[in-house]
């Protein structure tokens, strides 16, 4: 450390990727309740993830599946609020609240559209969907029956898709205004209605039927009804904390040139977030192939990996909240110095969780009643996804740093462009043409991340990403 200070790297590094207690106190302020909200919701859903489980593999299977459909839905979501966001957070650095109200009115009216768009298509072609991750090798009357309880499954889905639009949509405000405390309280009062809803349905406790997956379907429909509730009451009956909501609903005027800007900007956030959620489920199908059982283990990792990565993935929420306040009060270096100390303290709280994931891995996957052949599949998947989960925190952390300058098409090469260029047909290419068994298969298709992680870290250095939208509106 004497010779490191000596030279005068010690002292560089540490201004430029180490900040000091008030830089600490104000991003944890906004990391962690959202780490808690999403660790709550992880959680949850690994404990639904196991209860659908105790009633069999297939079971399990048809609803994962449903739920790669879902993830999808999702994630279209996220993207179309997300352009509406970068504006909403530089709005709210530049205290203008009623362009920031605008914002939220398009985000209601964009969510509405992705929703009726989302149930066309899935009342339309549920089977021909589903039917896409039941091409492995496997008992025919496993695939069967996977179909059927996926179909089941999304049906009921489907009423859920609006609260869940419509809440999101009010949370991202939220949090852009600085207000992260109240959308976890309502995904966490939410994500314990599912909880109970699910355990009461799923084995019929209380006096109610045994529903089985149609319970859990059910209980996850209330829970997203719950958490709408909540965030829309308890905002509206604080306008003094949440002026932008003053007025909300007495028009729908949005300024024609939000509007341009926001689509010009959010357009491909959307497209994005669709092509990125559609290449991972996608590379999903691909790995599907190599038999029934894979599809078992792959839902059995992707719950632990989004589990421990919740921890390192919510310091983008944070990303994007401090450094579009900053852009937006027109301090661009201040936001350029942010971006790099957030990246660092998420490098390093991802190095952690992938090491506790890797040593974990092969006890925690007992939780589940199912074949040892799947648990061992989700073990070694685990343990491939850690040793990679520090270069997903770094392309995280710049995937949301260029987002909050408006470079929104770059995010597109650096994220779904990347998926369908290389991601995918990388993975098409081990799956087709070799004879890799599928844990060494699995483990070279992570071994796409460093690369872009390589990428997003030298674009972000360039500072071209960084601009003061509200300035360039004025």
């Given at each position: 450390m ?16 180490i900040?000091?207690r008030?830089?600490?106190t104000?991003?944890?302020a906004?990391i ?12 949850v ?12 593999t ?11 459909l ?48 989302a ?5 339309q ?21 996977m ?8 049906k ?18 939220l ?18 209605v ?12 209380l ?19 719950a ?13 003094d ?9 007495r ?81 661009l ?29 092969g ?48 995010t ?7 998926v ?7 993975t ?5 043409f070799t ?5 060494t ?7 796409i ?8 870290v ?9 601009r003061?939208?509200?300035?360039e509106?004025?």
């Amino acid at each position: 450390m004497q010779s490191l200070t000596a030279t005068g790297i010690w002292p560089r590094f540490k201004a430029k990727f180490i900040g000091d207690r008030s830089f600490y106190t104000m991003a944890l302020a906004l990391i962690i309740p959202v780490i808690i909200q999403n660790t709550v919701t992880n959680v949850v859903n690994l404990l639904d993830n196991v209860m659908v489980g105790y009633l069999g593999t297939n079971h399990m299977s048809g609803v994962a599946i449903a739920n790669h459909l879902m993830f999808v839905f999702n994630l279209s979501i996220f993207g179309a609020l997300s352009g509406a966001g970068i504006y909403g957070a530089q709005f709210a650095g530049a205290k203008d609240w009623r362009s920031f109200r605008e914002t939220l009115r398009l985000r209601l009216l964009v969510a509405v559209g992705i929703t009726a768009v989302a149930v066309i298509i899935f009342t339309q072609w549920p089977t021909e969907l589903l039917s896409l991750y039941l091409e492995g090798e496997g008992n025919p009357a496993d695939s069967s029956a996977m179909l059927a309880f996926g179909s089941q499954y999304l049906k009921i889905m489907l009423w859920g898709l609006l609260p869940f639009a419509l809440a999101q949509s009010y949370s991202s405000a939220l949090r852009e205004a600085g207000e992260t405390v109240l959308p976890m309280r309502a995904s966490v009062i939410s994500v314990f209605v599912n909880l109970v809803f699910n355990y009461v349905l799923i084995f019929g406790k209380l006096g109610f039927p045994a529903l089985g997956i149609t319970g859990a379907a059910i209980a996850t429909v209330i829970s997203r009804m719950a958490e709408l509730v909540i965030v829309v009451v308890v905002s509206h009956r604080n306008l003094d904390r949440f002026p932008f909501l003053i007025g909300l609903y007495r028009s729908l005027h949005i300024g024609k040139n939000l509007t341009k800007n926001v689509m010009i900007k959010g357009m491909p956030l959307l497209v994005n977030e669709f092509l990125w959620s559609a290449g991972m489920v996608t590379i999903t199908q691909i790995l599907s192939t190599k038999g029934l059982a894979v599809v078992g283990g792959l839902n059995i990792a992707s719950t632990f990996t989004n589990l421990f990565g919740a921890f390192f993935f919510s310091i983008g929420t944070a990303v994007a909240i401090v450094t579009g306040q900053a852009l937006g009060a027109g301090d661009l270096e201040l936001a350029k110095a942010q971006v790099w100390r957030l990246l660092f303290f998420a490098v390093c709280l991802a190095s952690v969780i992938a090491l506790i994931l890797a040593i974990s891995a092969g006890w925690i996957t007992q939780i589940y009643n199912t074949e040892v052949e799947v648990r061992n599949l989700a073990a070694a998947f685990m343990r491939a996804s850690a040793l990679v989960m520090p270069f997903q925190a770094i392309a995280n952390s710049c995937y949301f740093a260029i987002r909050s300058g408006g470079r929104t098409m770059l995010t597109m090469v650096f994220d779904s462009i990347y998926v369908w260029v290389i991601c995918l047909p990388f993975t098409y290419a081990l799956v087709a043409f070799t004879s890799l068994e599928i844990e060494t298969l699995y483990l070279f298709s992570q071994a796409i991340h460093p690369l872009k992680a390589i990428l997003s870290v030298a674009f972000v250095a360039t500072g071209f990403w960084a601009r003061n939208l509200v300035s360039e509106k004025a």
